[in-house]
């Protein structure tokens, strides 16, 4: 470009005759304008993130927590069917199921009569508070491998050599 033509201001007639403003913007209208949009988008933006928070959590319990609650109906429903009503089981093997109340106290009757229990030894009915392998049976029953039992203490001569345990009973349904 050359210098010899540079550029010159226009003269407020010039400016006037062509068009241009020659007032200054008010600032204080478009600070406020830029706030108000501003706040307005955080608002919004808060807004659909709340929703979008309330469809999730609906969605979750609809899908998660709905069938969780009514599969623990079912088996509560079953349980507890299964522990208040008699019932034939096997009409040929004579297998019957009792409420475990019943079951609970001919149990304890039978106990005090010196009767054998079910294939069991003949002893009497301890609290489960006092019985010391009480775990390793319910492990037994649950199927779990029972853990391993510790191991005895050496046997100086003054204390009596263990008993084998004995077998535990067969479950008979």
């Known amino acids: ?6 550029i010159q201001p226009l003269s407020p007639e010039q400016a006037l005759e ?43 319990h609809m899908e998660v927590e709905v069938p969780i609650w009514q599969e623990t109906k079912d088996v509560r429903a079953y349980e507890t ?3 208040t009503q008699f019932k034939y089981l096997d009409k040929t093997k004579g297998s019957v199921q009792l409420p475990i109340e019943k079951a609970m106290d001919l149990l304890v009757k ?5 009767k054998s229990f079910y294939g069991g030894i003949n002893s009497t009915v301890k609290p489960y508070e006092v019985d010391p392998n009480l775990q390793t049976v319910i492990d037994k029953a649950l199927g779990k ?3 391993a039992a510790p191991a005895p203490a050496a046997n100086d001569g ?5 008993k084998a345990a004995a077998p535990a009973p067969a479950a008979k349904h």
């Open 1 to 6: 470009m050359s210098e010899s033509n540079p």
């Open 18 to 60: 062509i068009g241009y403003e020659r007032t200054e913007p008010n600032a204080l209208k478009i600070g406020l304008l830029t706030v108000v949009i501003v706040f307005s988008i955080v608002v919004v933006c808060y807004a659909v993130y709340y929703w979008y928070v309330g469809q999730l959590e609906y969605t979750r």
């Open 81 to 83: 069917e299964r522990l």
């Open 110 to 114: 039978e106990s005090g009569e010196g």
């Open 145 to 147: 491998n029972p853990a």
């Open 158 to 162: 003054n204390a009596p050599a263990p």
